[in-house]
């Protein structure tokens, strides 16, 4: 269900830049202040996905997200990570020897239009969560041997606490059944 | 003109003792078609495990080689393995990946079979075929054979295939290690699936011997140490049978199983194996009890990286491309918590986001990609190293390298030569 109103057109405006700012600290490297944007008990997956049929032939509510995720202790995710993975999945990249980043790919991620999907405010202190909807498409160059484009929506929690919007979940819904990418070397 | 002139021969490929290989084994189109006809149609080829299809009606999508393959379990529990193409006009018969189901039912005319590949069901069969179809003639094309070992299922094209227990040989003594160390099997978690694109031998060479890469390709993994080429412990190499490999922890003599994991390993796991230690070594015997697992292939594409739990396949698709199945195997009987930490262990290490696994497709990529040069080029790649220095392994159990060696690489190749001109 889609809401019919933005809520608050200013917090509309200010998700959309925090959106844009993340994508372009990822895209620079800026993965420091990336790790900023995380809550600390952020949950950040990226299910594994698969062929298969709706449980009824006109219900799309199982054809659709989740059912057809891996995810659950039976499958594995492609990536399933809290704050000090996600860390040490970045910090990785900056020992000089990851060598699927060493020379680094180059990406361009663009976040479509964000769909507010629920939100509440919890307090008088301005805290507040929204859930958030987008589409993601991330282009990744590597030297000049691949050029992959990976699609994917994603379903993210935000906190605003003391005035800061935090990444507290995402899911990362890629189309792909087999990831087009000869790895998974950057956040997403 | 000779159309032939510009096939290659694999025995110019190859040496005799498997220690210079031409790249071109990693790139040449005639002869992968070639290894497709006789190592993928020959050889036993892993489709899965037992766990994956728990009850009569289970199936799994799956390939061997390029082919695609529908494995089943019929309502009498017995495993089947067909190719997954209607028999009609030749598309595609299931296209989900997994699930239960008594018959499938094309897509293009209706034509149903029973998941033990019989055809029962062909819309018009009366009026249309005049009655005259025999459709015992027309179930699905099954393999010539399958056999699971210790739950894992495999299969093969070839009717003339020596037993499954023969192909694997002394390699089902050190499979048991990983397959057969608790009283209730192991179960297999997954699938990651990605492309990469490179020849499937780059990557199963890799896997059946490659010890000497670890301190240096996966070297991010092992930032504090201060010289990680030499200071990551090497395993041995086991050449349990030529083309087959494993690389193999010795712990010392009667080391309890929860010190074979490192200190920081979390205590639900070091408890739990506490707990096993006894059965382990009642089951696998002292020798085995203290062997770990390290990495290993089972000819042509089974690969295995036990240490952090990863079983994979590497299906070819193409000269220069493969889909990497990567899949988790736990001991089934584990608690929750404990197949939770060896599914994280997984995760973190392998498929194609692991902290390991990332660093290998580009240099697996690379591989390939060079190796266009070397159609012009002959120029032939290293893999000496230990020549001349295998020793028997302990039981007649194969040969072994006492330290890194590119013993079970030789071995791969030399399998490779005979089975694409035998
Ligand atoms: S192709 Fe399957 S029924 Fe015709
Ligand atoms: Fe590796």
């Known amino acids: ?188 | 003109m000779n159309v032939h002139q510009h096939l290659v021969d694999p025995l110019d490929l190859v040496s005799p003792d498997g220690a210079r290989v031409d790249q071109r084994v990693f790139c040449d189109t005639d002869l992968y078609e070639r290894e497709l006809d006789t190592v993928f149609r020959r050889c036993w080829l892993l489709l899965g495990h037992e766990s994956q299809l728990p009850e009569p009606g289970s199936f799994v999508r799956t390939s061997m080689g390029e082919d695609p393959v529908l494995l089943t379990r019929d309502r009498d529990g017995r495993l089947h393995a067909h190719l997954n193409i209607c028999r009609h006009r030749g598309t595609e018969l299931c296209r989900v990946d997994r699930g239960s189901a008594t018959t499938f039912e094309c897509s293009y005319h209706g034509w149903i079979y029973r998941n033990d590949g019989r055809l029962v069901g062909v819309p018009g069969r009366k009026t249309l075929y005049y009655d005259e179809l025999d459709t015992s003639d027309w179930g699905l094309a099954p393999v010539a054979e399958l056999d699971t070992y210790k739950g894992l299922i495999f299969a093969t094209f070839d009717p003339d295939a020596p037993p499954l227990v023969d192909y694997l040989g002394n390699a089902a003594w050190y499979l048991d290690i990983i397959l057969d160390r608790r009283a209730g099997g192991t179960e297999l978690l997954g699938v990651q699936k990605w492309r990469i694109p490179t020849n499937w031998k780059v990557v199963s060479e890799n896997h059946c011997g490659d010890e000497y890469h670890v301190g240096f390709a996966h070297r991010s993994n092992f930032a504090e140490l201060a010289d990680p080429a030499h200071s990551v412990p090497m395993a041995r190499e086991i050449r349990p049978e030529v083309g087959h490999g494993f690389g193999v922890f010795l712990f010392p003599e009667g080391t309890r199983l929860e010190h074979t994991v490192g200190p920081e390993s979390p205590p639900a796991l070091r408890a739990y194996l506490g707990e096993i230690h006894d059965e382990v070594v009642e089951r696998l015997g002292p020798e085995r009890a203290r062997m770990g697992l390290v990495h290993g292939c089972v000819f042509p594409n089974f690969g295995l990286v036990p240490v952090f739990n990863s079983l994979r396949i590497c299906q070819p698709r193409g000269v220069g491309e493969v889909e990497m199945w990567s899949f988790a195997l736990v001991d089934r009987d584990a608690p929750a918590e404990v197949k939770r930490v060896l599914r994280a262990t997984a995760l973190k290490t392998f498929g194609p986001a692991g902290s390991f696994e990332q660093d290998d497709g580009g240099n697996w990529s690379d591989v390939t990609r060079m190796s266009r040069s070397a159609r012009r080029h002959r120029v032939p790649l290293n893999l000496t190293m230990g020549l001349g220095h295998e020793a028997a392994a302990p039981g007649d159990r194969g040969e072994i390298g006492l330290t890194a060696s590119d013993i079970n690489q030789r071995g791969f190749y030399r399998r490779w030569r005979d089975e694409v001109t035998r």
């Open chain 1, 1 to 188: 269900m889609i809401a019919s109103d933005v809520g608050d057109p200013a917090r509309y405006v200010e998700l959309m830049q925090w959106y844009g700012g993340e994508a372009a600290l990822l895209d620079d490297r800026r993965f420091d202040a990336w790790l900023e944007l995380l809550d600390d008990e952020v949950d950040y997956r990226v299910p594994a996905r698969w062929n298969r049929t709706p449980d009824r032939p006109d219900d799309f509510a199982t054809w659709n997200v989740p059912a057809d995720l891996d995810d659950d202790d039976a499958h594995l995710p492609l990536l399933q990570l809290d704050r000090a993975g996600l860390a040490d999945f970045v910090g990785r990249l900056r020992t000089g020897t990851a060598w699927a980043e060493t020379p680094p790919s180059r990406t361009t991620r663009v976040v479509g239009p964000l769909v507010i999907v629920a939100s509440s405010d919890t307090g008088a202190s301005g805290d507040a969560e929204v859930t958030v909807r987008s589409a993601l498409l991330m282009h990744r160059s590597r030297v000049e041997w691949e050029d992959a484009t990976l699609h994917a929506a994603r379903h993210d929690t935000l906190r605003r606490h003391r005035g800061a919007w935090r990444l507290r979940r995402r899911l990362v819904i890629l189309d792909s059944v087999v990831l087009p990418s000869h790895n998974l070397s950057v956040p997403l």
